[in-house]
């Protein structure tokens, strides 16, 4: 079965299909040591297809997997407090997943693990802009605050860009946010006056936790994942 070049070098992991025509189209990429320069080139990926010179090979499939992270739980491999990772919860056939960002401690709901390393980078990126949807229960809030938050704050000396953030009832938010930084919706309700008592993550680029249940995971659907992947 052949496949066209740019699909090819997009399966790599090298550029995006328009990334990869255009890689073709300057030249930078060869077949059997004889540079190609039109996208309309098919291949099976037993030749010895070169990017700039070197040698590239097609990955494994990138395989995406939600899982519902419990409290209490660390998202690492091992924890230097032997507290209790993902991986105590997971079952050993996904101890060699890779995950997406983190989770805190305290923090529940959505996290994304896969099988490439690569993509695990990618997606954690803050310059990726990949938004990241949050429930967070507080005491109380103030519509001062939460436009303070809407807007952009700086907290000690870091600077957090602006949230989105909808009121659900007297108690729960609903927070999206582009970066990431570490405890970013813990910092910045904390600086608002509204300090977060629970923080359940909704929802990670397109992939939505809806009913999954706790300690649970679920391998995202292929169309969701070629979906994640336009966006490198």
């Known amino acids: 079965m052949t496949i066209r070049l740019s699909k090819f070098i997009a399966d790599c992991g090298i550029a995006s299909r328009r990334g990869a025509?255009?890689?073709?189209?300057?030249?930078?990429?060869?077949?059997?040591?004889?540079?190609i320069d039109t996208p309309v080139f098919f291949v099976d990926g037993n030749e010895k297809i070169c990017v700039d010179g070197k040698e590239i090979k097609k990955q494994d499939e990138i395989k995406v997997y939600m899982f519902n992270k419990p409290l209490n739980t660390m998202t690492t491999t091992?924890?230097?407090?032997?507290r209790k990772t993902i991986y105590d919860v997971l079952d050993k056939k996904y101890s060699n997943l890779k995950y997406i960002g983190r989770l805190d401690f305290k923090t529940t709901?959505?996290?994304l693990l896969t099988n490439n390393g690569d993509f695990a980078c990618k997606m954690s990126l803050p310059e990726n802009h990949i938004p990241r949807t949050y429930i967070a229960t507080v005491n109380k809030y103030y519509e001062s605050g939460l436009n303070k938050a809407r807007q952009g704050v700086i907290v000690d000396g870091i600077?957090?860009?602006?949230?989105?953030?909808?009121?659900?009832d007297e108690h729960n938010l609903r927070i999206t946010v582009v970066e990431g930084k570490k405890n970013e919706i813990r910092i910045v309700l904390k600086y608002i006056?509204?300090?977060?008592?629970?923080?359940h993550r909704v929802s990670y680029g397109p992939v939505l936790l809806k009913n999954l249940g706790v300690g649970e995971i679920k391998e995202v659907d292929k169309k969701t994942v070629d979906l994640m992947l336009k966006n490198f």
């Open 21 to 35: 025509e255009d890689l073709i189209a300057s030249g930078k990429v060869s077949v059997n040591d004889k540079i």
């Open 193 to 199: 006056g509204s300090p977060v008592i629970n923080l």
């Open 109 to 111: 709901g959505l996290l």
């Open 159 to 168: 600077k957090y860009r602006p949230m989105v953030i909808e009121k659900i």
């Open 78 to 82: 091992k924890d230097p407090q032997n």
